[in-house]
């Protein structure tokens, strides 16, 4: 098949790729290539998949309408898999229009892409962050999530909600996945596993919001893949066609416990700075992966210790060719 994967130079987006490429078929892998946070790293990502032959790479903004429309019309997508938005809690607070445009106004051409030019499945990247300060866990995808603590959450919940009605008034397949805490190599330098990793071996203090008390449920590339993977052959039936699923390791842990995990993958015992929580942040997350696993017999599983031996390695490695 050929498929449209955005955000294919992200973390989860060249991942994705690289799995579909593997299997046979046909990506065009779209990228806005922006500076959010090193262009360089998302390069060496798309260098995993430019060796392929049956692999494009398109760069192009989201918010670019008639850019969008004209590749649908153009290349006729089987399915699309659409990962690229502008990420990040704390970056929405100093720059909200980003938001606007990748994750609202980019939706949308999507979905008018898909809407124009009817696709079989359209599978996108929603976010843990839409269940907000619920107090409730784990986290169901049935819960009540009106009630957003940041801009970006706003943008998910929103991106959720559009696809509702698109599945609604013109039948399109949508199925959307509720990401929780994706880390693993080549993850993104604005993510804590990179940010303590990296302060760690600089002999730098780490900051540590909230006294250390968060709950994150840690999921690895690598079990998030499989389960972007294995759900985009479950199309949505009904006269809503219309899926939400978390993918989460359904294990959260203590932001203490993961420190020591990046400590002991580094070999270093930080310096820890102790800060009350920031703004836009929440105490926990954790996903009811029930769902999930009755729809592809799935479970994410890895454990925070041997993920996080995993990202270290990768990241001495890539510092060192980096330099």
Known sequence: MKYLVTGAAGFIGSYTAKRLLEAGHEVVGLDSLNSYYDPGLKAYRLSWLKPYDQFRFVKMDLADRAGIAGLFAAEKFDRVIHLAAQAGVRHSLKAPFDYVDSNLVGMMTILEGCRHHPVDHLVYASSSSV?????????????WVDNPVSLYAATKKANELMAHSYSSLYGIPTTGLRFFTVYGPAGRPD??????????MRGEPINVFNEGRMLRDFTFIDDIVEGVIRIQDVRPQGITPYALFNIGNNQPIELARFIRAVESACGIEAEKIYLPMQPGDVPRTFADTRRLEEAVGYKPSMNIEDGMNQFVNWYKEYRSASQ
């Open 131 to 143: 269940y907000g300060a619920n107090e409730k866990v784990p986290f169901s995808e049935d819960d």
């Open 191 to 200: 993510m804590a596993p990179w940010l303590f990793a990296e302060a760690i």
